[in-house]
């Protein structure tokens, strides 16, 4: 089952997930996140404006996406994220490796 | 179940991802008819964390181990016990530092320390009580 919605706007792609990143669906997400950068896709803008929370597994995958693409020569960027989101991100200093902006 | 002890949750799930969505939405709801609206993405977030770590870790996702859940709101707190079937680990020992934020693992325990008042294990380590003060709560329990 589709845990997200892709589209492309000029250059970058923009990858919406529809539920939460949490455990049950990391992996989904991951093998969607995966094969678009296995097809040559270099800028991915993840748009939170569905997903309410994320673990520390779902943490994981920004940061292994963050690496895959950062290694493809492109880059990850968050957007929409809510106050408890974008809280979490900076608490784990992910604001340091690439851009999150909230909601 | 409400009574003089507060709202008391106990249940038992199989060691499955869909687990932890399942025991999330329950206590989310609870919150919610409680006004704990404030503190519903803090103890989301823990009660995630610490059922992920007992399934994964704890129970080696044999989905025929179970992971027994205690979820508890008394006065001004909420309080969730979770135990897993495992061998537990040596939590006495665990790194007190903050995870490589270059790495895509190792935050559990960083989520706990910043969204629970009080993070106790059982001796084995196979079971975490977490609690989380919540302000401005009224007292029911």
Same mark, same amino acid.
């Given at each position: %089952? ?7 706007? *000029?250059?970058? #792609? #923009? $990858?919406? &997930? ?6 049950? #669906? $990391? &992996? ?21 404006? %569905? $997903?309410?929370?994320?673990?520390? %597994? !779902?943490? !994981? ?11 493809? *020569? ?27 902006? !909230?909601? | ?8 949750? +106990? ?14 939405? @329950?206590?989310?709801?609870?919150? +919610? @008819? ?14 995630? @964390? ?14 025929? /181990? ?18 897993? @079937?495992? /061998? ?44 989380? +003060?919540?302000?401005? +709560?009224?007292?029911?329990?």
């Amino acid at each position: %089952m589709a845990e997200i919605e892709i589209s492309k706007h *000029g250059s970058s #792609t #923009t $990858v919406r &997930p529809v539920k939460n990143i949490v455990s049950s #669906t $990391v &992996p989904d997400i991951r093998s969607e996140i995966k094969a678009l950068i296995a097809e040559g896709v270099k800028d991915i803008v993840i748009d939170l404006e %569905m $997903v309410e929370i994320m673990d520390s %597994m !779902g943490i !994981g995958l920004f940061i292994s996406a963050h690496n895959s693409l950062l290694r493809a *020569g492109g880059k990850l960027m968050v957007i929409n994220a809510s106050k408890d989101l974008l809280d979490l991100f900076k608490a784990m200093r992910l604001d340091q490796h690439f851009n999150i902006s !909230g909601s | 179940m409400t009574g003089r002890r507060g709202t008391i949750i +106990r249940r038992t799930y199989p060691s499955r991802m869909e687990s932890v969505d399942d025991f999330c939405a @329950e206590i989310t709801q609870v919150m +919610r @008819e409680h006004g704990l609206t404030d503190d519903i993405f803090a103890i989301e977030l823990l009660a995630r @964390e610490a059922m992920t770590n007992a399934i994964l870790h704890g129970n080696d996702c044999q989905e025929d /181990k179970r992971v027994c859940l205690m979820f508890r709101i008394i006065k001004d707190m909420v309080v969730i016990r979770i135990t897993d @079937e495992g /061998k537990g680990f040596t939590w006495l020992s665990m790194p007190c530092c903050a995870p490589d934020s270059a790495k895509a693992s190792g935050r559990g325990l960083k989520i706990y320390s910043m969204y629970a008042s009080r993070i106790a294990f059982s001796r084995r380590g196979n079971s975490v009580i977490l609690t989380r +003060r919540i302000s401005g +709560r009224k007292t029911d329990g």
